[in-house]
């Protein structure tokens, strides 16, 4: 049997409401779902939430994850696929900080 493909994406989002995260970083399973997500803000400050905790206003998607192309779609989203490190070492950073208050 293979192994289960993992999905690894970064969002821009396009925005001037300073009270909205500016770039999502998600771990999707196979099926799209988000397991892990952490939001960057523009004054750098991050929230995360995966099944176990959460911090600031951060909460898994109750929908799957589109593709690229259909995040892409809409013109306030830049996505873009990112490697397992990468993502392991935002959520780490995230994991990190104190919660966003």
Known sequence: MGTKRMTFMKVLWLHKEPSDPV?????LDEARWEIRRVEV????????????????????????????????????????EISKSEFESIWSRADAREPRK
């Open 23 to 27: 770039e999502f970083y998600l771990d």
């Open 41 to 80: 803000f523009a004054d750098g400050s991050m929230t995360l939430a995966d099944d176990k905790k959460s911090t600031g206003t951060a909460e898994l998607g109750l929908a799957q994850v589109g593709s690229i192309e259909q995040i892409a779609a809409s013109p306030e989203f830049i996505p873009s």
